[in-house]
């Protein structure tokens, strides 16, 4: 009989599970298809040189350090080098983690509110909510949001533990409690509310404030009767002690990044203004989840007066209510509190960045207004005929609309240009959406389609820097320099400590032959954060071209910042030696862009030039068909090997060569003078003197071809005009 009974209460339990994780890969189903988004996730995961190396030792300094502007959260840190080693680039693979844990949360969540209610069934739909809701889109399907999923799984095995610690009180017992709680806060710093949940834990449904009911004591054991001061003061000072460090570094380290909005930008009054309008936006979400974005633009002091008097009126009625009703329904002060409470960390007292609200941040507050609801209609259908009927009947709609729009959702995360067209459409006056449309759009190399984006998202808000930046890398990679140099500087009046400006400035010096000021972008870069690789790649390539430009007594070279691979950056040089007569330098640096890429048919043809100037014409003429193989309509090619082999009076095939360059550009006025010098050669004046007159068509100032016309016109017995 015993054996039964075990049987009959495992079997729910399994079952339940079984259905909860396979409902939470239905609505998932795509999100392995997802792929880096262009907000968070190329710092944090897909350009972060120490995720991208596994895991080392110095990675594993690195993220116990998590020096700015990243915050501290280790453990998420040694979750994406784990997800490099077993997945190495694909985006899919850190997805599929963030699912997994999304489901290892489900399910503790069904089995710890199983275990302390007794409530399987209001559980069960409770974790069901939890695993489907489309608020919750955004934890599981960003990927730089892996710090939700296991800060929450540590939350959840926290409750658990000290669940089991409270059965039988023990230093024992109490030890995995801190432990997981340390690890949460290592995973992410909002678990800092976690002692005031477990009070909330004391008081339903453990019920330690006045005893352990006979049910409760039934299922767990021995009641256990202790006073409020234990619970409020011994038990949980170690908890707050790890709840107050852990908060203090991380608003530290917000201060340090310059990530904490000041109090210029949002008063403290408008600040209080919008923390009830977040709460009940927030509550609206969760009953209405439509029109989501991941980004949602803090609205400043533009807070009407009525809305946040009348948020905070339903806050405080509501709140009354709850402990009004809280003697006979206590979960109604659980749940409610459970969501104020565990908000509290992110609800813009401190404002940390520019968003007013962000799906993400319900992941955790949402379960005690799930709670407190589930609860609530299953007690308030109580007497109701064909109560279960009903019930499951409301409850499996209400899961099924979640699910299919939590699919929608996740659908928009499957790239940056989606996603961020998508938060457009939800909030049109989103800065922070054309911004990042227009980062996805110049990814791309659609730079004119991103430019307008960058210029619509600096209308919406003047003063934004990282617009700026973007714009002036936009113009950058066209080649449009001063445009590109005015944004950057413009970023810099906005943020003088903006490390990207200063560095992308720097490149843009050098670019523009002002090695100096390049060093001194560099350095103040590198001042900003030591550890910057784009400053320190840039500082060295600039010390290279200043130095440069000292052994040639010119400005340096038009480069960009040299990088490892980069066949362009020697080839500017070889360019810039050879304008200074340096031939010998110029083959060095040439060759050096041909061992990179060897296919490099301009590389080819200017060696081929410097080699003819240091008299190595067999290897010259080597390097010109190189190129004309490779390239094979290169009118220049064909002009300096048809150059080479005039020199060496070879008329008949140069004459072959000049005519091809003429062929493929018609308005290559050195290409007909030499034609026009070679006809001379073989004595056929007549056509000579036609490519001298077409050079000076197309170059009026041409004064070698002027010269080869006149004596060609005077060997043919005229007189010049």
Not at 231 to 252: M, R
Request: overall charge positive; glycine content about 8%; aromatic content about 10%.
């Amino acid at each position: 009989m015993r054996y039964e009974l075990r049987v009959s209460r495992v079997r729910p339990h399994f079952v339940i599970a079984l259905l909860l994780v396979a409902v939470t890969a239905l609505v998932y189903r795509d999100v392995a298809d997802c792929g880096f988004v262009q907000y968070d996730d190329p710092p944090h995961v897909s350009e972060n040189p120490h995720v991208r190396a596994g895991f080392t030792a110095a990675g594993v300094g690195w993220a116990l350090r998590s020096p700015p502007p990243f915050l501290w959260h280790p453990l998420t840190w040694f979750s994406y080098m784990l997800d490099r080693e077993l997945y190495a680039d694909a985006p899919g693979g850190y997805h599929l983690t963030n699912l997994l844990l999304h489901q290892a949360n489900t399910l503790l969540l069904f089995l710890l509110l199983a275990r302390l209610t007794g409530r399987v069934w209001r559980a069960a739909f409770v974790a069901a909510v939890f695993a489907v809701h489309p608020l919750h889109v955004e934890s599981v399907a960003w990927i730089s949001q892996r710090k939700d999923v296991l800060s929450t799984l540590l939350l959840l095995l926290t409750l658990a533990a000290y669940a089991r610690y409270v059965r039988r009180p023990s230093p024992w017992r109490y030890a995995p409690v801190l432990l997981l709680f340390l690890l949460g806060l290592a995973a992410k710093p909002m678990l800092v509310t976690v002692p005031f949940v477990l009070l909330l834990l004391d008081y339903w449904p453990l019920n330690r404030f006045k005893g352990v009911g006979r049910r409760f004591a039934d299922a767990l054991g021995r009641p256990h009767r202790i006073g409020i001061p234990r619970l409020c003061v011994a038990e949980k000072i170690p908890l707050l002690v790890l709840a107050l460090a852990a908060a203090g570094v991380t608003l530290l380290t917000h201060w340090r990044t310059a990530s904490v909005t000041p109090m210029l930008r949002v008063p403290l009054a408008a600040r209080l203004a919008y923390v009830p309008v977040s709460y009940v936006t927030y509550i609206w979400k969760t009953l209405c989840p439509y029109g989501l974005a991941v980004f949602y633009p803090h609205p400043g002091a533009a807070v009407p007066a009525r809305h946040a008097l009348g948020a905070a009126a339903l806050l405080v009625v509501v709140s009354g209510l709850v402990l009004w009703r809280g003697r006979r329904q206590p979960y109604l002060p659980f749940g409610w509190f459970w969501f104020l409470g565990t908000l509290v960390p992110v609800i813009g007292l401190v404002q940390i960045g520019e968003h007013g609200i962000a799906d993400r941040y319900m992941y955790v507050p949402m379960i005690g207004l799930t709670l407190a609801a589930t609860w609530g209609v299953a007690d308030l259908a109580a007497g109701w005929p064909l109560k279960r009927w009903v019930l499951a009947t409301a409850g499996g709609l209400l899961v099924a609309v979640f699910g299919v729009l939590a699919c929608v959702q996740v659908d928009c995360w499957r790239s940056s240009i989606a996603l961020f067209l998508q938060a457009l459409e939800a909030t049109p006056r989103n800065y922070v959406a054309c911004n990042n449309l227009g980062i996805a759009l110049a990814d791309q190399g659609r730079l004119d389609e991103a430019i307008p984006l960058f210029q619509a998202s600096l209308r919406m808000r003047p003063a934004n820097e990282r617009a700026l930046v973007n714009l002036g890398v936009a113009h950058f990679r066209k080649g449009e320099l001063e445009l590109a140099v005015a944004h950057y500087s413009l970023a810099l009046d906005v943020n003088p400590n903006n490390y990207r400006a200063h560095a992308d400035l720097g490149a843009a010096f050098v670019r523009r032959l002002e090695p100096e000021q390049a060093l001194a972008h560099y350095s103040h870069a590198l001042r900003i954060r030591p550890g910057g690789q784009q400053a320190r790649d840039g500082l060295r390539s600039a010390l290279k071209l200043s130095e440069l430009a000292n052994r040639t007594g010119g400005a340096p070279l038009d480069v960009l910042t040299v990088k490892p691979g980069d066949a362009e950056a020697p080839f500017r040089v070889g360019r810039y030696m050879a304008r200074h007569g340096k031939f010998r330098e110029a083959a060095e640096q040439f060759s050096q862009a041909l061992a990179v890429r060897p296919g490099f048919a301009a590389a080819h043809d200017k060696l081929g030039l410097a080699l003819k100037s240091l008299g190595e014409d067999a290897r010259a003429e080597r390097h010109y068909r190189e190129a004309i193989r490779l390239q094979p309509d290169y009118a220049q090619a064909y002009n300096n090997l048809g150059s080479l082999l005039a020199g060496r009076e070879e008329y008949g095939a140069a004459i072959n060569l000049f005519a091809e360059a003429v062929r493929l550009d018609s308005d290559f006025a050195e290409a007909h003078n030499n034609l026009g010098l070679a006809l001379a050669k073989r004595g056929q004046i007549d056509k000579a003197i036609e490519h001298f007159s077409a050079a000076l068509r197309i170059r009026p100032d041409f004064e070698k071809a002027r010269r080869c016309l006149d004596m060609a016109l005077e060997q043919k017995g005229r007189q010049p005009p």
